[in-house]
């Protein structure tokens, strides 16, 4: 704002004597008085809220911003040409700031200062005639004033999209932090300052989703607009993929509307969480990941809650080893082939309940194969087999395909 303006350089060609400064500087409080009427006439906005203090402040405003004008258009002014226009142009810039900070649009005060200039013109200009300036130099005057006029706009413009900004920036900011908080699984107390700082409204509950980054912004637009993304690099990475994590505002009461967002959009769906706890869904979600497990053909997201049995006889690698090894003791002296044929065998007869149509199904063998596997099984288990206890450890064993690497 140091800088000389148009406004300043175009002033020095019209210089007023000091009679006509004189006469003019006289006129500013009425002029001032009229404007604010105006402009509380007017725009709606400042209907009712221009009064008191506040309007007397405002009249004063106005005042030193025509003062300022006439200031440049006299023969005294400072040798910086710049200097006179500089404490109107910050006090533009200033209001501004304070109409963003107050939640408003820049609509009104542009109305304001249309309305100012108008005024201010019309009262400045009878002054100018009835002195007896010469027609040229009222025009000009005119045009100068209202070159000034925008400057002024252009100031509070420039002031209120700054305060935007920074304001939009420092949410950011915060909403970034939480969202690092809420994943990380800070206190409760930590997470609710966090949420008041960010102005974000605290949901009944979060879900978080994973997915790939490239997908991000067509998912966040039609969700939740409370919907917090992390801006980092999740740990809970899918293989040569640049992922993103969002975490879902009150998702829990229709999962599949949320599920049909995220069609086809190669997501992870976790669990909903009360929205202090959304570190466990968090959680949840990155060992999914890590199992590697395959995601639909359908085009319907990972979710987590259809794999709650592979989570948890993953939750102890080297103890789900230890039990495999030991139920499928009796295996052990075959060869490697028919051990892992009868071992696939016991598998389908435990998820299937003994039918033997559905095993010779599942195998794709005849039924009269599932037979005879079983005959064996039934030599190298004996009464085994038809012990409660040994079919659990069978049945948690087993339940996976193959067993999960231990290292």
């Known amino acids: 704002m140091a800088e000389s303006s148009g406004t300043t350089h175009r002033a020095a060609r019209l210089e007023l004597d000091e009679r006509v400064a004189r006469e003019l500087r006289d006129r500013l409080p009425l002029v001032a008085e009229r404007t604010v009427s105006a402009i509380t006439a007017e725009v709606p906005s400042y209907s009712g809220t221009l009064t008191g203090q506040m309007r007397d402040k405002i009249e004063n405003a106005v005042q ?60 400045m200009a009878a002054a100018t005639v009835a ?24 100031a509070s413009v420039a002031g209120h999209a700054d305060e935007l900004a920074s304001v939009g920036r420092a949410r950011r ?8 908080q809420l994943l990380a699984g800070e206190p409760e107390d930590v997470l609710r300052r966090s949420a008041e700082r960010a102005g974000w409204p605290a949901p009944q509950t979060l879900t978080v989703v994973l997915l790939p980054r490239a997908n991000l912004r067509g998912v966040l637009a039609l969700l939740d607009e409370r919907t917090l993304e992390s801006s980092e690099e999740s740990s809970a990475r899918e293989p040569g993929e640049e992922t993103a994590v969002m975490l879902v505002p009150n998702a829990h009461g229709d999962r599949r509307q949320l599920a049909r967002v995220l069609h086809r959009r190669r997501a992870v769906l976790g669990p909903a969480r009360p929205w202090t706890r959304a570190s466990s869904s968090y959680r949840r979600v990155t060992r999914v990941v890590e199992l590697g497990i395959a995601h639909p053909a359908d085009g319907e997201p990972l979710d987590t809650e259809r794999h709650l049995a592979e989570l948890l006889l993953s939750a ?13 003791q009796p295996l052990a002296e075959l060869p490697a082939a028919t051990a ?68």
Request: aromatic share 6%.
């Open 340 to 407: 892992e044929r009868l071992t696939e065998t016991l598998r389908s007869w435990l998820l299937h309940q003994g039918r033997r149509d559905d095993v010779a199904a599942d195998l794709f063998v005849h039924p009269q194969t599932v037979r005879y596997r079983m005959g064996q099984l039934r030599q190298l288990y004996g009464e085994r087999l038809s012990d409660p206890r040994t079919l659990l450890d069978l049945t948690v064993a087993l339940a996976l395909p193959a067993a999960p690497p231990t290292g």
């Open 173 to 180: 900011r915060n909403l970034e932090r939480l969202t690092q």
């Open 131 to 154: 002195i007896g300036l010469a027609a040229a130099t009222v025009a000009e005057f005119a045009e100068l004033m209202f070159a000034y006029i925008d400057e002024l706009s252009a």
């Open 316 to 328: 102890d690698l080297e103890a789900l080893a230890d039990l495999r090894a030991r139920v499928l």
């Open 64 to 123: 030193i911003a025509l003062g300022t004008f006439l200031q440049l258009l006299e023969r005294s002014q400072a040798t910086d040409p710049s200097t006179p226009l500089i404490p109107a142009l910050e006090a533009a810039y200033a209001l501004g700031s304070g109409e963003a900070r107050a939640g408003r649009s820049m609509d009104a005060l542009l109305a304001a200062y249309r309305v100012g200039a108008r005024v201010s013109w019309r009262e």
